[in-house]
């Protein structure tokens, strides 16, 4: 069984940064990609930004660029999206995803969602 759980969402005023953190626990032999996705009301999933296992990044929405890190802690199973001079964009909820093996087939697995606010 593997699970997924994500922190550091809240509300925060434009210019803020906040970075969001998700763990992947439970029966984990190995990770690939690890990647961020943005969800606003009324649209659909979105990718912001993904790394893979090497470390390179790919920072698919190009607003973000410069604004936005995403990192990862292997030894903690943990990728983080530090993001820095946020813009007054509303509410949006963030999901990580994961692809990893867990001894059977290699699988997506996703958070369950932080919500972001940045408003002032």
């Known amino acids: 069984q593997v699970q997924l759980v994500e922190s550091g ?20 032999l190995s990770i690939d990609a690890m990647g961020w ?17 090497g ?8 607003s973000v660029k410069g604004r936005f890190t995403i990192y990862r802690d292997n030894a903690k199973n943990t990728v983080y999206l530090q993001m820095n001079s946020l813009k007054p964009e509303g509410a949006a909820v963030y999901y990580c995803r994961i692809r990893l ?3 059977s087939i290699w699988s997506d697995y996703w958070g369950q969602g932080t919500q972001d606010t940045v408003s002032s």
């Open 55 to 62: 470390g390179s990044t790919n920072y698919a929405d190009s």
């Open 9 to 28: 969402g809240g509300l925060v005023q434009p210019g803020g940064s906040l970075r969001l953190s998700c763990v992947a626990s439970g029966s984990i």
């Open 37 to 53: 996705y943005r969800q606003a009301p009324g649209k659909e999933r979105e990718l912001v930004a993904a790394i893979g296992s």
């Open 101 to 103: 093996y867990s001894g």
